[in-house]
């Protein structure tokens, strides 16, 4: 069960992402609604884009934005059971489910907020082949989702190990 240093790991996590996710959206809808800026050339410019759709651009119809909406939600209450079922020792865990939550409440406040959908302005690519444009939720969703996935891979397979090697099995006295 978490406990409290771990619930301040976590809750600090997510709430850095949820900030400096919200900054600079604000920054980019404030300075980028004219012209892209290249960053490094033309691999890496900030341009203001809105989805109104889930990652790469996936829309479900008209109701895109309640259904990515309702989703998130159910996303957090899991992730939220994940959070309470993990110690303080597990902090690459905690850290990990706090950069997922901080993510995803980040791009759900934008759902919140406006129609247009999601704030995304990170544009990286080399001429036409271009990764969709992403933000600072996304990244943290991504880089989370990618460290909770190896976290649980590795419990699950030590997990494996330690339930197939006699030599870790509980002894028991027969008397």
């Known amino acids: 069960m978490a406990n409290g240093a771990s619930r301040k790991l976590f809750w600090g996590i997510a709430a850095a992402v949820v900030l400096a996710d919200f900054v600079t959206k604000l920054i980019a809808v404030a300075t980028l609604s004219r012209l892209p800026v290249r960053v490094i050339g033309d691999f890496v410019t900030f341009q203001l884009v809105y989805n109104p759709g889930a990652a790469f651009g ?26 309470r079922e993990t110690t303080a020792m597990q902090w690459v865990r ?37 990764w969709p444009t992403f933000n600072v939720a996304d990244m943290a969703v991504t880089c989370g989702a990618v460290v909770l996935a190896v976290v649980l891979w590795t419990e699950g397979r030590d997990s494996d190990e330690r339930a197939h090697d006699p030599a870790a099995a509980p002894v028991s006295s027969s008397s």
């Open 58 to 83: 996936i829309h479900v119809g008209a109701y895109s934005r309640w259904v990515f909406m309702a989703l998130a939600l159910l996303a957090l209450v899991v992730l939220g059971s994940m959070v």
């Open 94 to 130: 905690l850290t990990a489910l706090g950069a997922v939550c901080g993510g995803a409440v980040g791009n759900l406040i934008d759902r919140f907020r406006s129609a247009r959908g999601v704030v995304d302005f990170i544009d990286v690519g080399v001429g036409n082949m271009r």
